[in-house]
């Protein structure tokens, strides 16, 4: 079920208790946010009049005439009173995002959204390799769009990790590739939520290394690979002191 927004109107009192008291009346339009910010809005420009963000409990009462809305956080407190109610309607409400394609499952839009791809009809989603960009082409498999997403060579993969894991794309391009700075053994591609790494095989040697964000474009003098990313060149290893390429 999509959230609500919480949307009331009316000739008002406002009321504000915190460090100082502070007390507004107008014919004002009262929002409150499926995370509990409730904001007071007039007639002029964009910024509330009050408001109170992510506070700890909102009580709306009303008898069908007027309302009251009580917004507590600490010591702080947000006082609505109408006396005269104008509107006062629950809307659904969705999170706002760039949009990326049409869901597979519903054919409702997808937006990216704090680094996630989210349906605005189904509400599906799932999360995106840091660093990842959406890209204009379509999963064959599952009609999901694809993504380009850098873990020392750029690959082509469908959003939807389900379909077509990143980890298993730089396992077969990575695993055991490159040795052990600290005892030359294999290094095998292995992946946490949100993380790919290499770590050593041998099995008396902690060793890991984060693959970066970015395309091995060069041989460190160490031995490993040297990555373009966005801050600049780096070796795998980012404790080497030597850094750079040959």
């Known amino acids: 079920m999509p959230a609500r927004l919480r949307v009331l109107a009316g000739d008002c009192r406002v009321t504000e208790r915190g460090d100082r008291t502070r007390t507004h009346r107008g014919r004002v339009v009262v929002l409150i946010k499926p995370d509990n910010t409730t904001l007071v809005h007039d007639a002029d420009g964009y910024q509330p009049v009050a408001w109170l963000t992510r506070p700890e409990s ?61 349906c605005l009809d189904c509400e599906r989603r799932w ?84 693959v970066p964000s970015g395309v091995a474009v060069d041989e460190c003098a160490c031995g490993l690979p040297v990555f373009e990313t966005a801050t600049g060149r780096r070796c795998l290893d980012g404790t080497c002191p030597v850094g750079g390429g040959t």
């Open 58 to 118: 909102v009580v709306v009462e009303g008898d069908g005439a007027g309302f009251t809305v009580t917004a507590r956080d600490g010591s702080r407190r947000l006082r609505v009173v109408a006396e005269a109610a104008t509107a006062s309607r629950a809307l659904p409400v969705t999170e706002a995002g760039i949009p990326v394609g049409t869901c597979p499952d519903d054919g409702g839009p997808l937006v990216r959204s704090r680094g996630d791809v989210v």
């Open 127 to 210: 999360g995106l390799p840091a660093g990842a960009s959406v890209t204009d082409a379509t999963c064959e498999a599952c009609g999901s769009p694809k993504i380009r997403v850098e873990r020392g060579e750029a690959f082509h993969l469908c959003s939807d990790p389900s379909c077509d894991p990143l980890e298993e794309a730089v396992s077969d391009r990575f695993d055991r590739v490159w040795d052990c700075p600290d005892c030359g053994t294999d290094l095998a591609v292995r992946y946490a939520p949100g993380r790919v790494y290499l770590a050593c095989t041998a099995p008396d040697c902690e060793t890991t290394l984060s």
